[in-house]
C-alpha cells in the first residue's frame, strides 16, 4: 500500500500507477485511441492470434474467477448455501435445456446475458468507486452514491439503446412493430446522442458534484473508472473492437479479485505464504477452471449429441449469467463486512493528507 499519497490520488491498493492504469482503465483509453487512429483497411489493430490468446488469459480467467472468490472467501460458503451448492447445479440443467431447445429458450439466454452484460460492466465501475472511495477517506453519502450509481449506468443505457440489428437490449423487449415505427427510431437516436455525450460529462460533473470533505476528496480513479467504461461502450463498440474492451474489462477484474484474496489469505491464522504466492495460485486455478468451462464443457455437451455451435454459444451465455448473479453477492462493502476491513483504512494511517 502505497504511504502518503497525493489527495486527489486517493489510496491504491497496490501502487498509483498499476491501479490507474489496469484497474481504473487509464491502459485502455490508450488503447482506444490508437484503435480510433488504425485504418480499418489495415486489419484488426491486436493480431487475431495474440487476441485469442488474451481471451483466454484474461476473458475465461475472469470469469471463473468469480467462482474462485465465492469458495475462497473466508464465510463466504456458509453465508451463501444457495449460491454455492444448489445455483451451480441449477445453471447447469438450465443450460442443458437451452441447449436442447437453442432456437427458443437457448435465443432467451443469449439475449438475457448480451443485455445483462453492459449493467454488469456498471456495477463493476460503481462496486470500485464505492471501493476506492472508502478506501482514500471519501465518506459518501446517500446523495453521492446515488450520483456515482447513475453515472456508472450511462453506458449501460447507450448499449441497451443502441443495439442495432442484435435482437438484444430494447430490441429484445419491444415489440419489432414498435421499433419500426418512425417516431419511435427518431426518440431512440436523439436519446442515444445524448447519452453519448452525457457518458463522457459525468466523470467531471461527478467529481465536482459529490460533497467531499475538505482533506478527503473524491480520488480521480473514481472519474477515470467511469470514462474508461464509458469508452468501452461508446468509442469501443462503434469501432467494433469491443473485444479489446472485454479483455481489460477482464484484467480490471482479474486485478482487484487477486487483491481481495491476497489480502484475505495472507491475514489468515498460522499462513505461511507470501502475497505473491496467494496471487500466483488464485489466477493459475481460475485459468484451469475458465479453460475447463469454456472449452471443455461445449466439448462434452457435444459429446453428447448437441451441436458445437450451439453448446459453445450457450455455454458461454450461461457462464456470463452465473458470473453476474455470483457477483452480485460477493462484492458487498457493508460495515463489518470482509470486503469493508479490506478497503478501510486503518485510523492509525490517518487521514490522507491535504
Not at 501502487?15 to 482506444?32: E, K, Q, R
Not at 442495432?164 to 419491444?174: F, N, S
Not at 418512425?182 to 461527478?206: E, I, N, S, T
Not at 473524491?218 to 472519474?223: A, E, G, K, S
Request: proline share 7%; glycine share 8%; hydrophobic share 55%.
Amino acid at each position: 500500500m502505497s504511504r502518503g499519497p497525493a489527495p486527489l490520488l486517493g489510496r491504491s491498493f497496490v501502487h498509483p500507477a498499476f491501479d490507474y492504469l489496469l484497474i481504473g482503465g487509464g491502459l485502455s483509453l490508450g488503447v482506444a485511441l490508437l484503435a480510433s487512429l488504425h485504418p480499418a483497411e489495415r486489419g484488426p489493430l491486436v493480431p487475431e492470434r495474440f487476441g485469442a490468446w488474451m481471451l483466454l488469459a484474461a476473458n475465461s480467467a475472469h470469469f471463473a474467477a468469480s467462482t474462485v472468490r465465492l469458495y475462497t472467501k473466508p464465510g463466504a460458503v456458509q453465508a451463501l448455501p444457495f449460491l454455492s451448492t444448489v445455483f451451480p447445479v441449477l445453471s447447469l440443467a438450465v443450460l442443458t435445456l437451452c441447449i436442447a431447445f437453442a432456437e427458443t429458450i437457448g435465443a432467451q439466454l443469449r439475449a438475457l446475458y448480451l443485455t445483462w452484460s453492459p449493467y454488469h460492466y456498471a456495477a463493476q465501475a460503481y462496486g470500485l468507486g464505492v471501493a476506492y472511495s472508502y478506501r482514500s477517506g471519501c465518506l459518501l453519502g446517500r446523495r453521492d452514491k446515488a450520483l456515482l450509481r447513475w453515472a456508472c449506468l450511462l453506458p449501460f443505457f447507450y448499449a441497451f439503446f443502441s443495439y442495432a440489428d442484435w435482437g438484444v437490449g430494447v430490441e429484445w423487449l419491444v415489440p419489432e412493430s414498435v421499433l419500426r415505427l418512425p417516431a419511435f427510431d427518431a426518440g431512440r437516436q436523439a436519446l442515444l446522442r445524448f447519452l453519448a455525450a452525457a457518458v463522457f460529462v459525468a466523470p467531471a460533473a461527478l467529481f465536482l458534484g459529490v460533497r467531499r470533505q475538505p482533506t478527503t476528496p473524491l480520488p480521480l480513479i473514481v472519474p477515470l473508472l467511469l470514462l474508461a467504461n464509458g469508452v468501452w461502450w461508446v468509442v469501443l463498440v462503434y469501432l467494433q473492437a469491443f473485444y479489446l474492451a472485454a479483455i481489460f474489462h477482464a484484467i480490471q477484474y482479474l486485478a482487484i479479485v487477486m487483491i481481495f484474496h491476497v489480502k484475505d489469505q495472507t491475514a489468515r491464522p498460522g499462513n505461511r505464504q507470501g502475497p505473491l504466492s496467494h496471487a500466483v495460485w488464485f489466477y493459475g486455478v481460475s485459468l484451469a477452471l475458465g479453460y475447463g468451462l469454456f472449452h471443455c464443457l461445449p466439448a462434452g455437451f457435444v459429446a453428447a449429441g448437441f451441436g458445437w455451435v450451439e453448446s459453445s454459444i450457450l455455454v458461454a451465455a450461461a457462464i456470463n449469467v452465473h458470473h453476474f448473479v455470483v457477483d452480485a453477492y460477493i462484492w458487498h462493502f457493508r460495515p463489518g463486512e470482509g470486503n469493508r476491513r479490506i478497503v478501510d483504512v486503518p485510523e492509525a494511517a490517518g487521514p490522507v493528507p491535504a
